[in-house]
């Protein structure tokens, strides 16, 4: 378990001075992500809020070697950094014991680059893959991925007298993922820090490729007050809406488990997102999303238990 005082004693790698929103969910994961990593590291990342908010020219908050590429592919990019990285180690050309990250956002991971993200665990490469999942496309004016949950409003799933939000279920990339079976991989958020600061360093020294999808509430996207991050990132797990776990060797095992487990209104409820909901006929969308949170959950217990 790490400890406050030993992550605070290193230069921070990702600094403050960027453009990221007050209360903003992925500039709290970058920074904690690296604060974790305990060797020197490389990090790529994929065009989204995190990387067009922190690498404005001629300034960067990464103060570690940092590669930008396109919206798509930002794990083949450190497959191939990590690929250069064995071959001049092998020559003896490289003596130090690097790590690669890999950051992308919802859009760049659950959706276009899912490809890229297939191949590199495939593959093999010993890659961590961090993504922020903010739930929707959030650079480029708050368009739904196939991250969003059901219900939220979002530009492209505009709540109205037509469809309250997004009218379908979200992808479950972390499963996904696990149907690769990489080396590692977990679901985490930046309320329980030292929950993430854990997996980040098992996902680095596990052998082989890592995956970290990292609840990352957005103040701007969400519409709640900056203060409310921390708290609603705390909520998403409360409620079960995003479960803490992880799979290693063939075995689930939940992380942080809910001593009470809250209903999906505390959660919804201090969202503008969500708003319509309930003034939506029955509030049939919100019994939709709670039988699908209890479902995804109740499977989750009986993995782990079978574990
Ligand atoms: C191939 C391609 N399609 C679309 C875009 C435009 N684009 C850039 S970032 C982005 C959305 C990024 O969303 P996400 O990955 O969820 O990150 P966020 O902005 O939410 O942090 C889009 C659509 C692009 N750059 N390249």
Same mark, same amino acid.
């Given at each position: ?11 921070e790698k990702f600094v403050g001075g960027h453009r990221g929103c007050?209360?903003c969910g992925a500039a709290i994961i970058a920074r904690?992500v690296l ?8 990090v790529g990342c994929a065009t989204g809020c995190l990387e067009v908010f922190s690498t404005i020219y001629p300034y960067s908050a990464w103060k570690v070697?940092y590669i930008h ?34 950051f992308g956002g ?26 922020y ?6 650079n ?109 060797? &063939? ?5 942080? +488990?809910? $001593?009470?487990?809250? =209903? #999906?209104? %505390? /959660?919804? @409820?201090?969202? &503008? ?5 309930? +003034?939506? $006929?029955?509030?049939? =969308? #919100?019994? %939709? /999303?709670? @039988? ?16």
């Amino acid at each position: 378990m790490a400890k406050l005082k030993e992550l605070a004693l290193p230069k921070e790698k990702f600094v403050g001075g960027h453009r990221g929103c007050a209360g903003c969910g992925a500039a709290i994961i970058a920074r904690q992500v690296l604060m974790a990593a305990e060797n020197p590291v490389v990090v790529g990342c994929a065009t989204g809020c995190l990387e067009v908010f922190s690498t404005i020219y001629p300034y960067s908050a990464w103060k570690v070697p940092y590669i930008h590429n396109a919206f798509e592919n930002v794990a083949a990019t450190m497959a191939g950094v990590e690929a250069a990285y064995k071959a001049l180690k092998r020559k003896g050309k490289i003596t130090k014991d690097l790590r690669f990250i890999a950051f992308g956002g919802d859009g760049g991971t659950y959706d276009i680059g899912l490809q890229a993200l297939s191949g590199m665990i495939e593959r093999r490469h010993r890659v961590l893959y961090v993504c922020y999942n903010n739930e929707a496309y959030m650079n480029t004016g708050i368009q739904r991925s196939s991250a969003t949950p059901r219900g939220a409003h979002t530009t492209t799933s505009p709540a109205g007298k037509v469809i309250p939000g997004k009218p379908q279920l979200r992808k479950n990339l972390t499963e996904i993922v696990i149907a690769h079976e990489p080396a590692y991989a977990a679901q985490t958020t930046f309320a329980y820090w030292n929950d993430l600061v854990t997996k980040v360093r098992k996902a680095l020294n596990a052998d082989g490729p890592s995956f970290l999808n990292i609840y990352a509430p957005c103040r701007l996207g969400w519409a709640y007050p900056p203060e409310k991050t921390v708290k609603i990132s705390k909520l998403a797990v409360e409620t079960c809406i995003w479960p803490l776990y992880e799979y290693e060797n &063939g075995k689930y095992r939940i992380t942080v +488990k809910p $001593k009470e487990k809250k =209903p #999906i209104t %505390e /959660f919804l @409820k201090l969202q &503008g997102r969500f708003n319509h909901l309930f +003034k939506w $006929k029955d509030q049939l =969308p #919100i019994q %939709e /999303f709670q @039988k699908e949170v209890d479902y995804i959950w109740e499977r989750l217990l009986k993995r782990a238990e079978a574990s």
